[in-house]
């Protein structure tokens, strides 16, 4: 299973873009890279995810390395909404679909 | 298109008791997956549901069960509940089982 590393926290001024980094350096060439984030009392809210080729919606953008070892979610002009953990996550697959596997993410805190 | 929901949205119970959580998907989507949060432990996989079938099941004792019906709503159930069992339940669904999974707000159970 792929495991992800990520920073503890980051701070961000609102309307600069934040990026938020995450290592999966053993991931295979067929698993998807899966980024959410959790604002205080509330689910987890998907935000993209991505293959090999960047991916932009809405929301954010996310750059996979070519290698794909490596991936960055970028926020583009952050707000203080954007205040949450963010988690980048590689699915486990089961024995029939997959699971998402949280590990602790990276807090980011947007400051006005 | 309405969002999963989940009810009730927080539970007080005492240790010994039971207790049954429900989860409503996004229409269309056949696919609902159970999750715990606790601060010690985050957000851990206790089991998925496809078509009224347990398809996959996380590392939970056999005191967390659950069904699903035919209209893809789930329902959740903890029997002989402990201190321990006192968490945030998340619950997610998906097309088939695949991601992305679109998160409900959860039930906050506390057990006394």
Redesign the interface.
Known sequence: DAKTTQPTSMDCAEGRAANLPCNHSTISGNE?V?WYRQIH??????II?GLKNNETNEMASLIITEDRKSSTLILPHATLRDTAVYYCIV?VP???????????GTTLSVSS | KAGVTQTPRYLIKTRGQQVTLSCSPISGHRSVSWYQQTPGQGLQFLFEYFSETQRNKGNFPGRFSGRQFSNSRSEMNVSTLELGDSALYLCASSLQGYQPQHFGDGTRLSIL
């Open positions: 998807y899966y009392s509330q689910g987890p809210q998907y995810h699915p089961l024995q029939a679909g997959t699971a998402l596997i949280f590990g602790k």
